[in-house]
């Protein structure tokens, strides 16, 4: 498996309605996340820890609410919410 990033459920439900610009940088800072936890969690499919709690990014127009799910080697991004 590789690191990546989605929606969960789906981008309709986590981002309907924002602005395009809101989205691109929950998308950049996604981004970040991935590589972050990919290199904390080398192989997350072995992993055997507890699970992660829900975190909270900040960018510039809002916020949005992820997990990270080193199992799936996937950061699920639940909520968005731009100012």
């Known amino acids: 498996m590789t690191w990546r ?3 969960n459920p789906d981008e309709e439900g986590v981002v309907a309605d924002a ?3 809101f989205v691109a940088q929950v998308e950049k ?3 970040e ?3 972050a936890a990919a290199a904390l969690y080398l192989d997350g499919t072995t992993y055997q820890g ?3 709690k829900m975190k909270t990014a900040d960018v510039e127009d809002g916020i949005f609410w992820y ?3 080193p199992r799936d080697e996937r950061i ?3 909520r968005a919410q731009s100012l």
């Open 76 to 78: 699920y991004i639940l």
């Open 5 to 7: 990033w989605e929606y």
């Open 67 to 69: 997990m990270i799910i």
């Open 19 to 21: 602005p395009p610009a």
């Open 50 to 52: 507890p699970g992660e």
């Open 33 to 35: 996340i991935v590589r």
């Open 29 to 31: 800072k996604a981004d």
